[in-house]
C-alpha cells in the first residue's frame, strides 16, 4: 500500500519559518520523482518544487530563493523548507511522488499552512 504522509503545517506570522517533511512508503523510492504542490482556496492546485532521483531541485519562481526542497533516500523521506513565509503562501501542501518512467503519480493527504500578517 502507497503511503506519503505530511507533517510540519501549521499557523505561522509573515516572515516566519516552517518546515515540511513527507514520509514515503510501499514504493521504490529511488524511481519517483518527489515534489510540494499547493492549492489555495479558489485557485488550481500548482508545483512549488521537484527534486530528481538524483538530488536535482527544481522551485517555482514564486518561491525561488525562499523554500528548499531535499529528499533522503535512506528514511524514504522528502521535506520542504519553507522561510520568509507570506500570506499568499497559505494554502494545503501535498506531497507528491511521480514514477520517472509511467508518469504514475501518488499524492499525500495535505498539510494545511497559513500564514498571517
Known amino acids: 500500500q502507497v503511503q506519503l504522509v505530511e507533517s510540519g503545517g501549521g499557523l505561522v506570522q509573515s516572515g516566519g519559518s516552517l518546515r515540511l517533511s513527507c514520509a514515503v512508503s510501499?514504493?521504490?523510492?529511488?524511481?519517483?520523482?518527489m515534489g510540494w504542490f499547493r492549492q489555495a482556496p479558489g485557485k488550481q492546485r500548482e508545483p512549488v518544487a521537484t527534486i530528481s532521483v538524483t538530488g536535482e531541485p527544481s522551485t517555482a519562481d514564486s518561491v525561488k530563493g525562499r523554500f528548499t526542497i531535499s529528499r533522503n533516500t535512506d528514511e524514504k523521506t522528502v521535506s520542504l523548507q519553507m522561510t520568509s513565509l507570506k500570506p499568499d503562501d497559505t494554502a494545503v501542501y501535498y506531497c507528491?511522488?511521480?514514477?520517472?518512467?509511467?508518469?504514475?503519480?501518488?499524492w499525500g493527504q495535505g498539510t494545511q499552512v497559513t500564514v498571517s500578517s
Open positions: 510501499g514504493i521504490r523510492f529511488s524511481s519517483f520523482t
Open positions: 507528491s511522488a511521480e514514477h520517472i518512467y509511467t508518469d504514475s503519480r501518488f
